[in-house]
């Protein structure tokens, strides 16, 4: 299984960015996909997330200002991140994960509920 992030940069406030997660490897279309950030000195924070059959969800905290969007074939999936107003506290180290499930409820949020891991790409708002 692969996770290969782009996109990340720095930005004034108020910009924008988009970043991208394309995941390919599982040998069928079951797994869940998410966007996390780190910030120094803390844990990782679900952001936006994604099931298997597609169905977005988005974390109270970015609801407005960040949404996700997919594409989705056979062979990988990839979920972009838009991230839009962007504040100095975005900034972070920005986490692509997988999970060998169908769907998550509520633990959708939490990061040890991931099998899979990208290397994540540094955003920087200032």
């Known amino acids: 299984v692969q996770l290969v992030e782009s996109g990340g940069g720095s930005v004034q406030p108020g910009g924008s960015l988009r970043l991208s997660c394309t995941v390919s490897?599982?040998?069928?279309?079951?797994?869940?996909v998410a966007w996390f950030r780190q910030a120094p000195g803390e844990g990782r924070a679900g952001l936006v997330a994604?099931?298997?059959?597609?169905?977005?969800?988005?974390h109270d905290s970015v609801k407005g200002r960040f949404t996700g969007s997919k594409d989705k074939d056979k062979a990988k999936t990839t979920l972009y991140l838009q991230m839009r107003n962007l504040k100095p506290e975005d900034t972070a180290m920005y986490y692509c994960?997988?999970?060998?499930?169908?769907?998550?409820?509520?633990?959708?949020?939490?990061?040890?509920?991931?099998?899979?891991w990208g290397q994540g790409t540094q955003v920087t708002v200032s």
């Open positions: 994604m099931d298997s059959d597609g169905t977005i969800s988005h």
């Open positions: 490897g599982f040998t069928d279309n079951t797994y869940c």
């Open positions: 994960a997988a999970a060998s499930r169908r769907a998550m409820g509520w633990d959708r949020w939490i990061d040890d509920q991931y099998d899979y």
